[in-house]
C-alpha cells in the first residue's frame, strides 16, 4: 500500500531564505508526482507535476525534484516571502489505473516577514 | 473558465438527513474524484468516475453514493448522514493518466 510521509510537520523561517521540503513515499512504481499548496480554509492549488520520466520542475522560485529509486521528492523554495505562508502536500498515484492519488499529510510552512 | 465548481460551501445537518454535494466541472476532463479532509488525517479518497457511467470506490466509500451521468457533474450523496462525516469535502479532476488534478474550493460539512 502507498504511503506518502512529509518532513517537516511545520516550518517556520525568516523572509528571504531558501528552504526544502520533504516528501517520502513507499512503493517507487510512480508515473507522476504532483505537489499542491493549501491556504487555511481554501482548497488546493496545483503547484508543480513532475513525471516519472523527469527529476525535476520548476515554476518561478519553485523547483521540485523526484529520486524514484530511493521514493522520496523535494521542494525548494527559494528567496521565501510572507505570501508563500501555507500547507504544502505532496501527492503520488495509488496504482496506473484512474490516477488516484495518495496525499501526504503535509507541512505546514510559515514565512515571518 | 470556471473550472471545478462545488455547492455549498457550508452545510449544517443533522445525523440521519440526506444531501446531495455537487461539483461540476467545465474543462472536459475524463476523471473525476471525491476526497474528504479530515484536521490532521490529510486528504482520503471517497470515489472517483474514470469517464461518464463508470464508477469506482476509493479509499472511504461507506456511506456515500455517486454516480456519473455526464462528463461535467459528479453529485456525492450521503443518505443518512453520522456525525463522523463531518468533514472538509474537496471535488477534483484531471484530463487523464499523466495529467495533475483541479481542485474545487471544497464544502464544509457539520452533522450535529
Known amino acids: 500500500k502507498q504511503e506518502v510521509t512529509q518532513i517537516p510537520a511545520a516550518l517556520s523561517v525568516p523572509e528571504g531564505e531558501n528552504l526544502v521540503l520533504n516528501c517520502s513515499f513507499t512503493?517507487?512504481?510512480?508515473?507522476?508526482l504532483q505537489w499542491f499548496r493549501q491556504d487555511p480554509g481554501k482548497g488546493l492549488t496545483s503547484l508543480l507535476l513532475?513525471?516519472?520520466?523527469?527529476r525535476e520542475q520548476t515554476s518561478g522560485r519553485l523547483n521540485a525534484s523526484l529520486d524514484k529509486s530511493s521514493g522520496r521528492s523535494t521542494l525548494y523554495i527559494a528567496a521565501s516571502q510572507p505570501g508563500d505562508s501555507a500547507t504544502y502536500l505532496c501527492a503520488v498515484p495509488v496504482n496506473n489505473y484512474g490516477q488516484n492519488f495518495v496525499f501526504g499529510p503535509g507541512t505546514r510552512l510559515s514565512v515571518l516577514p | 473558465n470556471a473550472g471545478v465548481t462545488q455547492t455549498p460551501k457550508f452545510r449544517i445537518l443533522k445525523i440521519g438527513q440526506s444531501m446531495t454535494l455537487q461539483c461540476t466541472q467545465d474543462m472536459n476532463h475524463n476523471y473525476m474524484y471525491w476526497y474528504r479532509q479530515d484536521p490532521g488525517m490529510g486528504l482520503k479518497l471517497i470515489y472517483y468516475?474514470?469517464?461518464?457511467?463508470?464508477?469506482d470506490k476509493g479509499e472511504v466509500p461507506n456511506g456515500y453514493n455517486v454516480s456519473r451521468s455526464t462528463t461535467e457533474d459528479f453529485p456525492l450523496r450521503l443518505e443518512l448522514a453520522a456525525p463522523s462525516q463531518t468533514s472538509v469535502y474537496f471535488c477534483?479532476?484531471?484530463?487523464?493518466?499523466?495529467?495533475?488534478?483541479?481542485f474545487g474550493s471544497g464544502t464544509r460539512l457539520t452533522v450535529v
Open positions: 513532475i513525471q516519472s520520466s523527469q
Open positions: 468516475s474514470v469517464g461518464a457511467g463508470i464508477t
Open positions: 512503493d517507487s512504481a510512480i508515473y507522476n
Open positions: 477534483a479532476s484531471s484530463y487523464g493518466d499523466s495529467y495533475g488534478y483541479t
